[in-house]
């Protein structure tokens, strides 16, 4: 997944960065909101924000981003433990509230149940037809028969299942999957879906021509 | 109000009735000695009035020495009707015979009521006596009244005023009691309005004073609320600054290590892990910590899943068994942080398991299978906890647990078991 943790502290933003990574996500981390304002616009599977931020409030930016009609999920951070404080960060449109200190294990659970609440199922274990995709266990089957998936095309598939029925344009894709390293290869995006649909079938992704890729939603 | 303390209205009371009776003493002690003067003079005027009366009515000495020897027939008519309190006799008295009656009224003594000649007021027994001469005459005329008639007019003045007093001293009584109800009342008025009172409302006051007596207290009260509430949100700011000062890092911590661990050689993984299990520990008592600071404050009761709120607790090597029968109504955070504490001090005091029970509505027992305590020790702590003399006798982890059990309204006890160490935390109902 393509996250943006917006994280001041430089011990704990370092951290999460490469537990993160670690686990196979791209993350852009943001020291302040000022910084965030340059990657306004990108596409991200999840933002991970902290409350308190050194020029602003983290809960006052999420708030203006779901004014603004962005639904991509979000968890708060937070060392602001009481009842009324989660409850307010969870009505300015946080997906998930998560105090501090809290393990990196228990941040990645949390980000991957809100990422698959988001795409519209509770399960870890999703179906696509002959396909099933396991979000936790990052691995894919086919007719119940494991597949091997290289880094990039799991995240191309995670990227899709987590929008499964959106068309996912082409740009987002190539952002979601590479970053900003997505400039550096143009048609790095085609080649692994190609790999995708040799492993898992040629009907899994849909090219919808002019715009972008898509995966149907779950049966 | 059984308090066992002194009531302001009982003490009244009593003092009002005290002063009751004295002054119902005192006022008829008072009138019984004044009327009894008055009412001497009274009679004795009456005895006067009467002998001025039979002087002028009865016959010259001459007429009287006839009738001498029928002194009871003796011109009726003309003499005032006869009592047997009032009486008169008209005496003569000479030299050879000594004191002879020569009229008297029908129940009269039959002896003269004076020996010698006698004049003026004078007290013989069973009469009071005033004698005077016969107009014109050597006769001396006596009127008298039985003393008995003279006591008990004298008592019946007497008892009148003393009643009249003791009913005007029962109603006064009477009426200030009532009074006194009412005069208090606005106390109890002050106590609910200060039950109701918010002190963490910067600005609240309690309103307006109903008496000018209670208008001290009021601005004491005041004064001291605000003084709170200003204490309280300092403690609070205090609190989100140190919350986020303190736990920031340690997550920070967690996570460097998180890290750590994955990349890290094989033989640096045990040291490592260890580090991060301190780092946790460290983690859970810096929650306690802030946990502490809001005990007693921003208390919410809501119903409890123990299985759930015990299994999203972060501890690693201990066994926990859950075994709730009931629901428990408490401050989930609270009551999350005491168990974690909890827990932690059994796992240093070397227990492997741990059974989470609810053995009433309102009580969560923490029962681990470590060596426990002897039972002095438990009675020490057990007194630590009760006097809240926590410093030097129980750890963080039951200091915890007891400010919690008594920001619910409760307690910890350490009950006697038979093998390892139990806690439980008393939870009053909602």
Redesign the interface.
Known sequence: MRLLLIEDDELLGEGLRDFLSGEGHRVDWCRSLHEATAYRGEPYDALLVDWQLPDGSGLAWLRARRSARDSTPALMLTARDLLSDRVQGLDSGADDYLVKPFAPEELSARLRAVCRRSAGGAASRLSFGRVEVDLTARSAWLAGQRIELTGREWSILEALVLRAGRIVPKADLERLVLGFEAELASNAIEVHVSGLRRKLGFDLVETVRGLGYRIAAQA | MKSGLPSIRTRVTRALLGWSVLWTLSVSLAVCLAVQQEIDELLDDTLLAAAQVLDASLPTPSETSAVAGTPKETNEATTPAPSGRFTWQVVEYSPSSGARILLASPLAPTHPLRTTPSTGFADVPAWRVFGTHLAGGTHLLYVAQSQDERREAKIEVALSAALATLAIALLAHLWLRARLRQELLPLEHLAERLARHDPLILGATLGAAERAELRPVHAAIDALTDRLARRLAHERAFT?HA??S???????????L??AL??CPAQLQPRLQRVRSAA?RL?RV??AL?TLF?SGV?L?RQPLDLASLVGRL?IEGLSITVEASQTLSADG?LLAAALLNLFDNALRNGASHVIVSTPASAALRVHDDGPGVSAAQRGELQEAIAAQAYEGHTGLGLMLADLVARAHGGRLSLPEVDRGFAAELRLAQA
């Open positions: 989100a919350a986020h303190l736990r920031t890092p340690l997550a920070g911590i967690d996570a460097q998180a890290v994955r990349e946790a983690q810096v929650t802030l809001r921003d919410r972060p955070d």
